[in-house]
């Protein structure tokens, strides 16, 4: 069983930007040994290469969040790789805003698929593992949009609302296993830069660039999660820059 001060074993999904990345390396940087996935392997190789550069180790495999045997291959190949998997976060995420009147189905459907589902795939692929083992965590990344719904936002706050939903429910299934929801406020990162409607994305932007936090800050939250002893579990971490108010 791994003491939860030693390095562990960390798999990140959507880790090529923002959150992901910065999570990277702040765990790296604490030891511990991080696999990296996204679809934009050519950023994570760069990732890896500047990890290692610094001292830390890392892989990389391509992942798609939305595909289960993906998912599944991700996270049962680190275990053959290493014999465990001591941390999972469920980072990957988009936000395509609009109202709903707009109709933009296809967005709907994408945040549904990467959002939850992508999330639900994660713990899919990780929890017999971490179960058999008798240690693990697993750490899902909502937003302050899982505690508040915002015009333009309906379908992205309700996906988040479900994320927060299925983390309580797992953290009161589990006694052996840790769970932990963070959730972000404005970060700086690239979630308001593809999708939605036009207009709604460039406020969005703005705000975020405004009054946004580092991806660092989320980072170092995260760390702190999973740095507590073995018998702490920190169940949720809700954090905004000071500015966001």
């Known amino acids: 069983m791994e003491d939860s001060a030693g390095s562990k074993i960390v798999l990140i999904t959507g880790s090529s930007s923002g959150i992901g990345a910065a999570t990277a390396r702040r765990l790296a940087a604490d030891g511990h040994h991080v696999v990296l996935g996204a679809r934009r392997v ?34 049962g190949g680190a275990h ?21 009147d707009a109709l933009r ?43 508040r719904v915002d015009p333009t936002a309906a379908v992205y706050c309700a996906t988040k609302y479900a994320v927060r939903a299925l983390t309580e429910g797992l953290r009161q299934e589990s006694r052996d296993i840790r769970v932990t929801l963070v959730s972000p406020g404005y970060t700086h990162s690239e979630l308001t830069e593809r ?25 170092d939250a995260i760390a702190h999660a999973i740095a507590q002893p073995g018998s702490v579990d920190v169940n949720e971490i809700i954090m905004r820059s000071t500015a966001q108010g």
């Open 195 to 219: 999708g939605g409607d036009p207009a709604v994305r460039a406020a969005a932007h703005a705000a975020a660039e405004e009054l946004g936090m580092p991806a660092s800050a989320v980072a």
């Open 105 to 147: 189905v296809d967005e709907w459907d994408q945040m549904i698929e990467v959002n939850l589902r992508g999330t639900l795939y994660g713990i899919t692929a990780a929890l017999p593992l971490m179960r058999a083992q008798g240690t693990g965590h697993i750490v899902n990344i909502g937003s302050t949009a899982a505690y």
């Open 42 to 75: 050519d950023r994570l190789a760069a990732l890896v290469d500047e990890l290692r550069a610094a001292g830390g180790t890392a892989e990389h495999h391509e992942l798609d969040v939305t595909s289960r045997d993906s998912v599944l291959s991700f996270v």
């Open 80 to 100: 053959e790789r290493h014999g465990r998997v001591d941390v999972l976060v469920n980072n990957a995420g988009v936000m395509a805003l609009s109202t709903l």
